[in-house]
């Protein structure tokens, strides 16, 4: 932005994982592009300073900050900048956006990219730690503290503090290949793909937090499927924080989404109700409940043995679920590692047929 502001008539481009993130955070947030254009630096006139529809910021002077999606790479063939603002790359659903953003990097005498993002260790992140015309600057969370509610850093340091999860996402560390893991970033990257074969077998598979509170668990809400070629694939991660109204009605509208086989989740903590909250919301959903009789650790053996078999294919990218999977050792139990729970949930279901399980079915 200030770049923006010194210089005249130059194009700077924004590219965020989504245009929601680019609208509510990058242009519109509280510590939004926006909210820091002092007066009188937008271009004067009805619609002409900021345009939502376009995702275009026009300055004064006659220089533009344009708005993109990485989920949409192709939209940044044509355009060209001066200088460039990625935001949270780690977390980019197709990381060639990057490369076309590279392409489009070619205005002015030294065009620049700046790079803020959690540094999860994906093959583009570790390349780019690697060259030697980067510059990093790193800091934890809680150097931010002047900014930040006291309740949630006092959260934060109860919930992450001492866990690998912590250290990458409060303290900026990068964790590659973390002893006791069952995953890591290679062995997930090396079967990513875009877009899925015809698929036989869907269920959503659901790992209900205890409570919904401010301080509770999230829920785990994974979409899961399989080939006839006897591989999986993971579809969709819509994990999140939710009442029980809430991620029942988010079970069931994925079930419909996906026109899916059924909903599966697990009921030790809540038994039949959960079976009952399903069916109050949709009961045309077809539902199947999990019983843990295992540790996290030796439920999750058999399926990260399909992922280092190869089997199991990520369509797209999920930050906080492979975080999850490449951080968690079941050394503590908090914080909860309940997306990975629905994805194991899941692909069990699908390949209880290949040998013991870890759950018995009700």
Not at 161 to 185: K, P
Not at 261 to 270: F, H, K, L, Q
């Amino acid at each position: 932005m200030l770049y923006a502001l010194k210089n005249p008539n130059v194009m700077v481009a924004v590219i965020t994982p989504t245009f929601g993130d680019l609208r509510r955070t990058a242009f519109e947030g509280v510590s939004g592009i926006l909210k820091n254009i002092p007066d009188g630096c937008l271009l004067e006139g009805r619609g002409q300073g900021y345009n939502s529809s376009a995702s275009e910021i026009r300055l004064y002077n006659g220089s533009k900050i344009m708005g993109f999606s990485a989920t949409e790479p192709d939209r940044l063939r044509g355009p060209q900048f001066h200088r460039a603002w990625c935001d949270e790359l780690a977390a980019w659903r197709y990381p060639e956006a990057f490369d076309q953003l590279m392409f489009a990097l070619r205005l002015g005498e030294q065009p620049q990219c700046i790079i803020t993002t959690t540094p999860k260790p994906t093959p583009m992140i570790k390349a780019l730690l690697e060259r030697p015309d980067t510059i990093v600057t790193s800091g934890s969370t809680f150097e931010n503290e002047a900014n930040l509610a006291g309740s949630t850093l006092a959260m934060l340091k109860t919930r992450y503090e001492g866990t690998s999860l912590g250290r990458q996402e409060l303290y900026a560390e990068v964790i590659d290949n973390l002893e006791g893991a069952l995953w890591n970033y290679p062995m997930i990257e090396k079967t990513r793909i875009d877009d899925p074969p015809d698929l036989q077998n869907l269920v959503i598979a659901v790992d209900p937090a205890v409570t919904s509170g401010a301080d509770s668990d999230e829920t785990g809400i994974v979409v899961v499927a399989k080939c006839g070629n006897g591989r999986y694939y993971v579809l969709e991660d819509r994990s999140g924080k939710y009442s029980p109204d809430q991620w029942g009605k988010v079970a069931c509208d994925l079930f419909h989404k996906w026109d899916a086989d059924r909903v599966i989740a697990e009921v030790n903590n809540g038994g039949d109700l959960v079976e009952r909250l399903i069916k109050t919301v949709d009961h045309t959903v077809r539902f199947k409940s999990v019983h843990a009789t295992r540790g996290k650790l030796v439920r999750a053996e058999p399926i990260a043995a399909l992922y280092e078999q190869g089997k199991v294919h990520h369509v797209g990218v999920y930050p906080e679920l492979e975080s999850q999977m490449c951080t968690y050792t079941g050394d503590r139990p908090k914080p909860s590692p309940d997306r990975l729970d629905a994805l194991v949930w899941g692909l069990s279901e699908l390949s209880k047929s290949r040998g013991d399980v870890a759950w018995r079915i009700s």
